[in-house]
């Protein structure tokens, strides 16, 4: 059973850094794909990040040059570095594993940014 467990949230002042961790097990199969969506009060979940197997990465324009994806040599962990947070980055980040096609989640992660 595939599970994704995500750490790292948290509340920080405006400008101030988290990091997001979130682990894969129980796959046997290559994860071709791993990265965060975010979704806050009464918006859709959007892509923050994403980064393939190949080691290709994706970064929602609003977050460029703030926010690092990053993978394990494993690649089974990937983090996502947060810096100069703004308010707005205020949601659930969930992590997501594409896995033979299937989409899995984790249970999401509370980032809260004061200003």
């Known amino acids: 059973q595939v599970q994704l467990v995500e750490s790292g949230g948290g509340l920080v002042q405006a400008g101030g850094s988290l990091r997001l961790s979130c682990t894969v097990s129980g796959s046997g199969s290559t994860i071709y794909s791993m990265g965060w969506y975010r979704q806050a009060p009464g918006k859709q979940r959007d892509l923050v990040a994403r980064?393939?197997?190949?080691?290709?990465?994706n970064y929602e324009d609003s977050v460029k040059g703030r926010f690092t994806i990053s993978r394990d040599n494993a690649e089974t962990t990937v983090a996502l570095q947060m810096n100069s947070l703004k308010p707005e980055d205020t949601a659930v980040y969930y992590c997501?594993?594409?896995?033979?096609?299937?989409?899995?989640w984790g249970q999401g992660t509370q980032v809260t940014v004061s200003s």
């Open positions: 980064i393939t197997r190949d080691g290709i990465t």
């Open positions: 997501y594993a594409v896995i033979v096609n299937r989409h899995y």
